[in-house]
């Protein structure tokens, strides 16, 4: 088991070390598989904590250009981390784990799929998606997809990015490790995973920042989106006859049809080229 997390955790460094973001997104739909997310949430905010401090310090210089526009997310993380936190507490294993594959599927497929809207009133809608990202990101330990489909459409530079994914998800990651902590999450079963997270955290981001300097940048991210989607869909397949909400045959036509939209996807982004048009900044108001 902690070979495979191991594994896994190291092919996520290298994403998260590539886009900025994407640590959570692949590790949690894998290591779900054989983990339920009450032992694998507490080992990986920590280990998040210092990944993003780390994305953050790299371009601190572009803090001061976005810092006012994600302040209203930041301030709506608390009441959303805290609700997530009591739902990790209470809700049974199974549940939680199809509850985690069904809230991250349409927000992997929406990034899959390139989806572009410029946001004029920032604020408003940012207070909202704190909220909702701070319960995402307890109940799950991601949060970069519907960050990312807001923040990719609000014109922001490289830098400015990933200062603001920085930003944000340590503050969700304190916010979170502190609820967790109250709520007496952390267990020795839990500690015992981070010792094989940690070298493929140190070794992975390098190598990831390396990569997206050789690679085409949004055919990288595409293709891991797409690889997350696979995940997501096989974990489906498994819990929904496990939970006795439909048979196993209902469940491998769920996974069917999620690779066919994932395969559709794939095929008009590099053989249509169908690829999103850059948006201006949106207003702050």
């Excluded at 936190?85 to 209470?90: A, D, Y």
């Excluded at 922001?156 to 920085?166: D, N, P, Q, S, T």
């Excluded at 974990?235 to 929904?240: S, W």
């Excluded at 939209?261 to 702050?284: C, H, K, M, T, W």
């Amino acid at each position: 088991m902690l070979a495979a997390l191991a594994a896994i955790t190291f092919v996520a460094s290298i994403v998260n070390g590539a886009i900025g973001y994407g640590f959570s997104s692949i590790t949690v739909p894998l290591a779900l598989l054989f983990l339920s997310n009450r032992v694998l949430n507490p080992a990986l905010v920590p280990v998040e904590v210092v990944l993003n401090a780390y994305v953050l310090w790299v371009n601190r210089a572009a803090v001061p250009a976005i810092l006012c526009r994600v302040l209203p997310i930041v301030v709506g993380l608390a009441p959303g981390v805290v609700a997530g936190t009591l739902i990790v507490s209470h809700v049974d294993a199974g549940w939680l784990k199809l509850a985690t594959f069904s809230l991250l599927l349409p927000l992997i497929l929406l990034q899959a799929a390139g989806f572009r809207r410029p946001i004029r009133a920032e604020r408003t809608v940012g207070l909202a998606l704190g909220g909702g990202v701070g319960m995402l990101y307890a109940v799950t330990t991601v949060s970069g997809p519907p960050l990312a489909v807001m923040l990719n459409n609000q014109g922001l530079a490289k830098a400015e990015f990933r200062a603001a994914m920085g930003v944000i998800r340590l503050a969700e990651g304190l916010m979170t490790a502190a609820a967790y902590a109250y709520a007496g999450l952390y267990t020795r079963e839990s500690a015992m995973l981070i010792p094989a997270i940690i070298p493929s955290v140190v070794i992975g981001v390098p190598i990831g920042a390396w990569l997206i300097r050789q690679v085409d940048a949004e055919a990288f991210r595409r293709v891991c989106m797409s690889f997350d989607a696979w995940i997501v869909g096989i974990g489906l397949a498994v819990l929904v006859p496990a939970l006795g909400i439909a048979s196993a045959a209902t469940g491998s036509a769920l996974l069917a049809g999620i690779v066919a939209v994932d395969l559709a996807l794939l095929y008009r982004f590099f053989f249509l080229n169908v690829r999103p048009v850059p948006q201006p900044s949106g207003e702050i108001r």
